[in-house]
């Protein structure tokens, strides 16, 4: 794997600077840090999700910094310029796991110098690492904020196994029945997980930087069919209900579907973010597309170990609204129209979870 040298300090706000982190849990760590300068702060560390970067943190990291914290967004792995780990397709996945993604946390962590560390914040995939942080080094971990994917908590352990053998599952299973739908469709996580799905995003026909716009346009609280409202039921049915950037027509790869939704020339004007030239896709362009996918595969093949349909957390995540718990204390915050989707217009998630 080529290295790249950290991100120049032209495309970062002043204030923050990027440099590398070598032997955390077998990589080499880019990471973006603010103020770092004044010793003996507490540190926050902010988890990006997929498809983004340290980068995707960079316009609350001075704000946070300016509050006393010394604020660290690394590169996870498998992400941008974060190297030591395999993007080949038949290597084994077992470092793209949960419980390593912690690891890697608490590796960075202690490099850093820290034994506890005031916040870990994760968006989207990386509100899952996050959750998992504080679940099992609660020691070190003494908050999490998750934005965009609420925790469902650790999964139920088969119980009694030995006097009732668990029953296979029944079918069709969910797959089956997307695929059987007069309109045929399949879950979004199935499709990162195949061996063509690298390609299919790194060649797409509209090249990156399209592919990306029509992909966070889709994503959006601009996106004229955003109305987010609870499912009936996990059926296929009522999956379908749900935007084609989780519930694919079975014919599309991810950017043809994305595609459809392409933004008209008059929406891109007046939309501030991302920008037509911006460094998230250079960054993006700079490591093949396989960056992140992965962690869905590494999700796949648990559900196909363990008979699942797709991963609790992507359970939780199909009525795009999750109640926020009486205890410990949580809030949620929606910004109208755009429910559990992220509200790219503004830069930001609207819903996160404070404990």
């Known amino acids: 794997?080529?290295?790249?040298?950290?991100?120049?300090?032209?495309?970062l706000p002043a204030g923050i600077r990027a440099r590398f982190v070598s032997g955390i849990n077998g990589l080499r760590m880019h990471i973006l840090e603010a103020g770092s300068a004044a010793p003996g702060r507490p540190v926050v560390l902010l988890l990006h999700g997929f498809p983004e970067l340290?980068?995707?943190?960079?316009?609350?990291?001075?704000?946070?910094?300016?509050?006393?914290?010394?604020?660290?967004?690394?590169?996870?792995?498998?992400?941008?310029?974060t190297t030591g780990w395999s993007a080949n397709y038949d290597d084994d996945l077992r470092p793209f796991?949960?419980?390593?993604?912690?690891?890697?946390?608490l590796g960075l962590v202690a490099a850093l110098g820290y034994r506890s560390v005031a916040s870990v914040v994760g968006h989207d995939f990386g509100a899952s690492i996050a959750a998992w942080c504080a679940l099992v080094r609660p020691d070190v971990f003494?908050?999490?904020?998750?934005?965009?994917?609420?925790?469902?908590?650790?999964?139920?352990?088969?119980?009694?196994?030995?006097?009732?053998?668990?029953?296979?599952?029944?079918?069709?299973?969910?797959?089956?029945?997307?695929?059987?739908?007069?309109?045929?469709?399949?879950?979004?996580?199935?499709?990162?997980?195949?061996?063509?799905?690298?390609?299919q995003m790194w060649h797409c026909r509209q090249g990156v930087h399209d592919f990306l716009r029509a992909y966070f346009h889709h994503k959006s609280a601009d996106w004229k069919d955003n109305r987010p409202h609870r499912?009936?039921?996990?059926?296929?049915?009522?999956?379908?209900?749900?935007?084609?950037y989780y519930i694919m027509d079975l014919a599309d790869d991810m950017p043809t579907a994305v595609a459809k939704e392409m933004p008209s020339p008059q929406e891109i004007a007046a939309c501030r973010s991302p920008p037509a030239a911006g460094s998230r896709?250079?960054?993006?362009?700079?490591?093949?597309?396989?960056?992140?996918?992965?962690?869905?595969r590494a999700a796949s093949s648990r559900a196909r170990v363990t008979g699942a349909s797709i991963s609790g957390r992507?359970?939780?995540?199909?009525?795009?609204?999750?109640?926020?718990?009486?205890s410990?204390?949580?809030?949620?915050?929606?910004?109208?129209?755009?429910?559990?989707?992220?509200?790219?217009?503004?830069?930001?998630?609207?819903?996160?979870?404070?404990?």
């Open 1 to 11: 794997m080529s290295e790249l040298a950290p991100l120049p300090s032209e495309v």
């Open 54 to 81: 340290a980068y995707s943190w960079r316009k609350i990291m001075p704000t946070l910094a300016a509050a006393g914290f010394h604020v660290v967004a690394p590169d996870q792995r498998g992400y941008g310029r």
């Open 97 to 105: 796991r949960l419980l390593n993604a912690v690891r890697d946390a």
């Open 142 to 199: 003494q908050s999490v904020t998750l934005m965009s994917a609420p925790f469902p908590g650790p999964p139920d352990l088969p119980f009694d196994t030995e006097r009732h053998p668990p029953e296979v599952p029944a079918s069709p299973t969910i797959h089956e029945a997307l695929a059987a739908l007069p309109r045929p469709r399949k879950h979004y996580q199935w499709w990162y997980s195949t061996r063509s799905a690298n390609a």
């Open 231 to 244: 499912l009936a039921a996990w059926s296929a049915e009522e999956l379908a209900k749900m935007p084609t």
């Open 281 to 296: 896709t250079k960054s993006w362009r700079s490591i093949p597309a396989s960056t992140g996918a992965s962690d869905f």
């Open 314 to 326: 992507e359970r939780s995540s199909a009525c795009r609204i999750r109640p926020a718990p009486a």
């Open 328 to 355: 410990p204390a949580a809030t949620c915050s929606t910004a109208p129209g755009t429910g559990y989707s992220k509200s790219r217009r503004l830069g930001s998630a609207n819903c996160f979870w404070t404990f």
